[in-house]
């Protein structure tokens, strides 16, 4: 089975540019969460969905991020304007929701550096 | 709240054991366990969901005491292969079945030859 698929794998901007990550999650799996990692703050929640409606967005640094999740395959973290303190490992993770507490599956990540 | 983890680093010679702890200052309602290696992601270990469960996977074994709010990771004659990050996920009693995890700081685990 595909696990969850991220992309780009890697990618450099220049601040202010608008960086958008994308997320497929497994097929089936009905929650999609959405984490930076840093070596300072670790590994932040920054919002997770339910059936493609956003639960929990607290996690999400400012107004300069946003994310969407359009249909049960899809969903796109963006930065717009983009900062170099932004530069981060981001990873998208799904899960079920039938049982109690399900193992989240992550992707490969993101690596992002803004410049 | 963010579960705290002991110890923060940790080094071994191949064979030897290891405990990691994750403590919360909050009731917990389980604790997810997960294994992360130097530019990769964090990859599934086990959850342990009632206070006093215990499971296993290979050598790698896990209990969890929900009247101390806190679970331990035991790693028994450790292999090179366990060398990586551990993190430990916890979710609130009471929360609704959200699946939202909180993640400790993260043990780094080296194991040498």
């Known amino acids: 089975d595909a696990g969850v698929i991220q992309s780009p794998r890697h990618e450099v901007t220049e601040m202010g540019q608008e960086v958008t990550l994308r997320c497929k999650p497994i097929s089936g799996h009905n929650s999609l969460f959405w984490y930076r990692q840093t070596m300072m703050r670790g590994l932040e929640l920054l919002i997770y969905?339910?059936?493609?409606?956003?639960?929990?967005d607290s996690g999400m640094p400012e107004d300069r991020f946003s994310a969407k999740m359009p249909n049960a395959s899809f969903s796109t973290l963006k930065i717009q304007p983009s900062e170099p303190r932004d530069s981060a490992v981001y990873f998208c993770?799904?899960?079920?929701?039938?049982?109690?507490?399900?193992?989240?599956?992550f992707g490969d990540g993101t690596r992002l550096s803004i410049l | 709240q963010q579960p705290v983890q002991s110890p923060q680093a940790v080094i071994l010679r191949e064979g030897e054991d290891a405990v990691i702890n994750c403590s919360s200052s909050?009731?917990?309602?389980?604790v997810h366990w997960y294994r992360q290696k130097h530019g990769e992601a964090p990859v599934f270990l086990m959850i342990?969901?009632?206070?006093?469960e215990q499971k296993g996977h290979e050598k790698i074994s896990a209990s969890f005491n929900e009247k101390k709010q806190q679970s331990s990771l035991y790693l028994t004659a450790s292999q090179l292969s366990y060398s990586g990050t551990y993190f430990c996920g916890t979710s609130r009693h009471g929360s609704s079945n959200t699946g939202k995890l909180i993640f400790g700081q993260g043990t780094t685990l080296q194991v040498k030859p």
């Open positions: 909050k009731a917990l309602y389980s």
């Open positions: 993770a799904s899960s079920r929701r039938d049982r109690d507490n399900q193992p989240q599956h």
């Open positions: 342990l969901l009632k206070g006093g």
């Open positions: 969905f339910n059936n493609n409606v956003p639960i929990d």
